[in-house]
């Protein structure tokens, strides 16, 4: 089902039919599984510590220290995001697919993100994040101090999910390697790290406000 109506429209999925990827065998699937799904986990721990953080505002508007710790978490936790994003809806059709990306076809030819809801979220918030994390855009001033929603990258978790029960019959060890991990994300977006341990520490540490002092000196 594809969504419509006005501005709703982000996913475009690229291509079927497009040249088959480069053959990988079961080993190096498994490994391109095993770094997606770490960076999940990744992206599923700062979203977490971020719940706890001052709401990270954009660079331009802020120069409070604890914010920008936040800062530097938040643009993590979206690099995090986008790059599942984009393994799990590719390029979009007006771009093309590099030979060295990791994309579904690699696993699943021709494969692509079933339309709807959650597909149409991923874009939107993709298209997001690259306008305000990953390039300068007037945006960044133009919009004043930005707020972002936390714990979006769950539907990357979801997507994951849809993704290795499409591969499973024919990659069982691979899909298996993806199970894995969103379930980690899924316990790390409720509890934190799993072994309680924090990325950053809030307030800031003794030290780190006393090298800042060091350097702020004239
Ligand atoms: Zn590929």
Not at 90 to 116: A, H, L, M, N, Q
Not at 172 to 177: D, F, G, L, T
């Amino acid at each position: 089902m594809s969504v419509t109506g006005e501005n709703t429209n982000f996913y475009q999925p690229s291509r079927q039919g497009l040249t088959p990827c480069p053959t990988r065998d079961a080993a190096e699937l498994r490994s391109a599984a095993r770094s997606l799904g770490q960076m999940l986990v990744f992206g599923s721990e700062l979203s977490f510590e971020l719940q706890d953080a001052k709401n990270p505002q954009n660079p331009f508007h802020s120069q409070d220290f604890a914010n920008k710790q936040s800062f530097a978490l938040l643009q993590s936790m979206l690099i995090a995001e986008r790059w599942l994003t984009e393994f799990l809806l590719g390029p979009s059709k007006s771009k093309v697919r590099k030979k060295t990306d990791i994309c579904v076809d690699c696993f699943r030819y021709d494969w692509r993100f079933p339309e709807g809801s959650l597909a149409e979220e991923l874009a939107e918030r993709r298209d997001r994040i690259h306008k305000l994390a990953l390039h300068p855009t007037w945006e960044l001033v133009d919009l004043g101090a930005r707020t972002w929603t936390l714990n979006r990258i769950r539907r990357c978790a979801e997507g994951l999910e849809i993704f290795a029960a499409q591969i499973k019959m024919a990659h069982p060890a691979v899909a298996e390697e993806f199970t894995l991990h969103t379930k980690f994300a899924r316990v790390a977006l409720l509890n934190g790290r799993s072994d309680g341990s924090r990325w950053f520490v809030y307030p800031s540490s003794p030290e780190i406000v006393a090298a800042s002092d060091v350097r702020a000196a004239p």
